[in-house]
């Protein structure tokens, strides 16, 4: 069964190195960085899944999935990567339909985690101080077709959460201890906090303060990815590997 | 907003070392494994969230979140952890209404986490060879609602798959590398592949089948999970560690 | 060429499961832990590295490594791991001839890895405040013939050290911050502070002392070790795994 | 208590990112890299310890220890990291006055750390197939003034081993299971056999050939290294992180 790219769509170009560029066949003719030249109209027609040729590279068209969504934004912030937000979302226990909110958006990557999450009938609420991030994660999240599901504040979660009963709470900001006596109050009740943080001490003061509060199951991991490479010589863990990413504090609201 | 628990609905009773136990308010006056003897009747119009007492035990009373569930399940078969479904279903960028394909079922753990990505508009089905796993299986499913998205089949995956056009199959079996190739004629284009094992002899005999078909994107991860203590005295990591639990696999399926 | 044991000597016995008993072939007759009631006298004259039968237990008879004096020593306190012990020897640049100093001595773990990485020339000074511990490492030394290179002394390290001109300097207490300074003083110029500590907290208080005074190379360390399961099933890292030792930090004096 | 550089001593200058360089007082004046053009001879008599100023450049002088000498090394081939050279000498038992042999010598990395375990009156042979590398090894050992206690030979390890009552071997060549007979020929009994190897099959084909000769205490390690940064804003895992160095299987003779 064959499928092609339809009038309107957008679609994700992988090329030999996995590197991937989203295109919107409605495009005008433009130079698109990483592809070249083109005319995104060409496309339309074109079989999914098949190689083609655009100059002298070689490309995969495809429908994106949320990893070729998560994989081909651009960033302007440190992201939470694949790995976190795959964490995050099943320890939160996010489901479709959910209402999630996060700070602060950062380039997006963890939005579009989320949106993936708990579309089409949840939505994520993403708070960031900085509006040129905000911007930035919009212009990520159009590109995908996600900025339906997502609504923006340019506001501080340490001064105030306006939401209520939400299924969870990501905060992902240096000093996230200011933030948990107002995540307790916006979470609906077996809700769930998440906050991410590099640095011990953050946890630390984290963890203190959630024991203020009335929460369960509170616990920090760490989640360490190595790739294995695999090849007709034999098979190694890969000597290239980000040594630490973020500690995860989890944590889940009860009323006493 | 206090809520309360309603007549016909399954809670979760949470002791105060986390063990969690799933009570249906209309089933009869039983003993209950963890709990106690009781009349599950009289859970009904109690405040979700607050910590009631049974016997001389204490537990928090809450609707059932997915990590709930997957903790709360019981176990006849090696499952596969809430920590690699986390990475399973990222990496497969599995959506609510998509449908997936595991095998075998196990104790229904994988399945659990899968439901809860693809629901309610998605499906799983799950193929095992032994019924007693599928017998197992749906009991754990039942008792979390969750069987009317499962379709079990007590078929061998390394001899048909039968659906067509699937958004992503997982093979949790001893010999992976048996069913590459009904897996690459039941994707989906641009579909996803997951193999779970333990050994690396497996992985290496699964990759080099994988490489002899169309896919792309073939990677293979190990995810370890470190717990944070952290306490009064300070932070360190937990003395007590899971060293391993299997190498996962990804590959997408193209078409040339 | 075949060895026999001697008259006097200590000797390892090793069961099937890798249990290491240190018996000396001029103890007399008495039940001795994990072997059974007898005359050491009988081992004198059995071939080294044969497989003898005592009761139903079945034994190698081998002179003993520092491994085995490692494996074989008796605990009462939380001991330094030979994981950790090798790392100290040679990040601190410990060589035979050396004069190094350790506190406290716990049940003299370090101590065997120390002594013999000096001996037969260096020597190796074993603070403790617990004259019970010094009592049972010095037990644990003698079994293996090693007290002669080690001077213990039931003094407080963070109080006052009186040794000058060492050539390396472990602490192992629960407030090494508290003898960094007396550290500096007694070593030599180039000569090497190592502090192990299981919390982040001691680590980040120890630094902060070490960087009030004239050292170089100041590292923070964490090591761990995975064993990998080789069987004719295929390869695999192990499930059980010590997840968390202690973090060793490493700082070098100099003049200025 | 200061000390002074003396005539004819090699000293080593570490820079201000504690980079090493290797200067004997006795050398005529010319560029040395990394210091600059200068006439050794000037170091005669300053203060060990001290910072002194070459050039735009700064470095301490101190007597060099074997870390120094592990670090300082020049590398034409891959080397044995000290964190892999530590466990190798630990595991392996190995002491003062011992008898080892390595193959291959590679840059003599391991060297050093073996003839700083095992000298004054142990030695260590080394074995390599390649001249070059044996050049190039025995001008890194010259340099420490460690020449006096390598022996080597250019001779494949897998065709034969002609010493005899060795206390420990190391194998670090493709194919160390065509070693594994040679070497129990050539260990003393109770001595250790090791073998480094980065791929898992490369472990599971030495493994088998081990099983099929009398060796005991069996093992396949992975030792992984982590830095902790410890600065004022708080304490993380580094994020930069060698991903893999090689397995170590450790094996000991017995008779039977």
Redesign the interface.
Known sequence: ???NVKKGETVVL?DSS?QKFFINTDSKTDKYQGVGVIDPGFLIGL?????IEIGNKEF?I??P????RLEGLKRIAQIIL??D???I???C?I???HSVLEAGIGSGSLTI?LV??????GKVISYDKRTDFIDHALKNLKMMGYEKYVTTKNRDVTKEITE??LDAIIIDIPDPWNAVSHAWNSLK??G?LCTYS???????KT?KEIQKHRF??V??????????I?SE????????????TG?LTFA?????
């Open positions: 069964m064959t499928e992988i996995y079989e999914l899944g098949k190689k995969w495809l429908r999935s949320v990893m070729d694949p790995r937000s795959a964490h979302i099943l320890n226990s489901e479709p339909g985690a993936n999450a708990v579309a089409p009938d209520k009963n009740i077996g769930y590099p640095l011990i001490s953050q946890v630390e963890v369960i199951e616990k920090t991991y760490e989640n360490i990815q190595r790739e294995m695999v010589h034999g098979t190694r863990p890969s000597f290239n590997m980000l040594g630490h500690y889940r609201k009860i009323i006493k």
